[in-house]
C-alpha cells in the first residue's frame, strides 16, 4: 500500500504541475494548489490500512455505501488522538466525494497507478486483468491521454 500511495504522490504532482501550466486547457479557471493535492494523495488510501484494497467485484457485492461507511470508521480509527483530525477526515472526504479539483486530479493519479501495477503483473504473466483497464472515466484530459499512451503501449 505504501507502494502505491507514494507512487500516486508523485504522479498527482507531476500531474499538477503540467495541469498549472496552462490550468484552462484542462478545463479548469485557475491552477490546481499543489498543497492540497499531495494533502489529499498521501491520506487519501490510509483507510486501506485497516479496510484493505477491496476489489471493484467486491465492492460490487457490499456495495459503495457500505465500503465507504467502513473506510470512514477506518479513518477515524487511525486519526483517534490526532491534533488535526478534522482536517484528516475532511480530506478525505473531499477525496472520496470528488468535491474539487484537486480530489479529482487524484482520483486521476489514483487510476493511473491501478493502471500501471496492471502492467506490471500482466508483464510477470499474470492474465484476466481486464477490470484494471476498463471502465475509466478521467476527468483530465492529460489523464485521459496518459491512460491511453499505457493502454496503447505507446512511450
Not at 494548489?33 to 490510509?46: M, P
Not at 493502471?115 to 485521459?144: C, D, W
Request: aromatic content about 6%.
Amino acid at each position: 500500500m505504501a507502494d502505491h500511495s507514494q507512487a500516486v504522490a508523485l504522479l498527482a504532482l507531476l500531474l499538477t504541475e503540467q495541469i498549472n501550466v496552462d490550468p484552462g486547457k484542462q478545463g479548469l479557471d485557475g491552477p490546481l494548489d499543489v498543497g492540497r493535492v499531495l494533502q489529499i494523495a498521501v491520506v487519501h488510501d490510509l483507510a486501506e490500512s485497516l479496510v484493505t484494497d477491496l476489489p471493484h467485484r467486491a465492492t460490487r457485492l457490499i456495495g459503495k455505501a457500505a465500503k465507504h461507511q467502513a473506510e470512514a470508521a477506518a479513518l477515524a480509527e487511525i486519526c483517534a488522538g490526532w491534533p488535526d483530525v478534522e482536517r484528516v477526515l475532511s480530506l478525505w472526504t473531499e477525496y472520496a466525494e470528488q468535491t474539487s479539483p484537486e480530489a479529482r486530479l487524484v482520483h486521476d493519479a489514483d487510476k493511473l497507478e491501478l493502471v500501471h501495477q496492471a502492467m506490471t503483473y500482466a508483464a510477470t504473466g499474470h492474465r484476466n486483468l481486464g477490470e484494471f483497464f476498463e471502465g475509466h472515466v478521467f476527468h483530465y484530459p492529460i489523464s485521459a491521454h496518459l491512460f491511453a499512451a499505457l493502454r496503447d503501449g505507446d512511450s
